[in-house]
């Protein structure tokens, strides 16, 4: 969804050439809900990372669409996107020939909310993508945005309540954070994600993500 915050320039867009979908970075199927996100960068090396990104203004909100930003595609054999991190994000579970999860349990690490049906789970983008289209993602190809949506190689993607999810709707740390026990992986991935794609950054959301990584 779109909101109405100040608009942000974006610094000039870092290269796409080497981005990649490859599923070759998930991990096992079972990993516990905690653990599920791909590595996370150390909370010093995410204080650096923040040091060096660009303090901008938005930009181009109010032309943001959810549809420039296509979910989901194929990941691998028949799964797609979604399914392939609800696989990954739960425990035990049992997966149809279409790569439909049929059993297992996740938990939300925004709320810490239990399920065995994978259907009621959202998948969350950790940076919105509309707060990545404020960042300078409108200037990007629809190509580029696709690779965004459907990263499951950062950590970028994880399954979470959808009480959770409509929470934090478009928010950055400076307006939402998960519960208390996750807000330093949840930092720490924002600037991970942030920085990978050259993203800019406002000052209040710099000035949060500083006051959880300094108690990181």
Known sequence: MSRSRPTRFRRTVTAFAALALAAGGLLATGTPASAAL????????????????????????????????????????????????????????????ACTATSGKWTSPYDGVTTTDASTFDIDHLVPLSEAWDS??????????????????RPQLLAVSASSNRSKGDDDPAEWLPQTSYQCTYARAWVQVKHYYGLTVDSAEKSALYGVLDNC
């Open 136 to 153: 300078g993602a409108w200037a990007w190809t629809t190509a580029q945005r696709q690779a965004y949506a459907n990263d499951v190689t």
């Open 38 to 97: 791909p590595v996370t960068i150390a909370a010093s090396t995410a204080r650096t990372y923040l040091s060096e990104l660009t303090v901008a203004d938005e930009s181009h909100a109010s032309t943001y669409e959810r549809s420039l930003f296509p979910t989901w595609i194929t990941i691998s054999g028949t799964c797609d996107t979604r399914e392939t991190i609800i696989e990954r994000d739960g425990t035990g579970v049992v997966t149809n020939s």
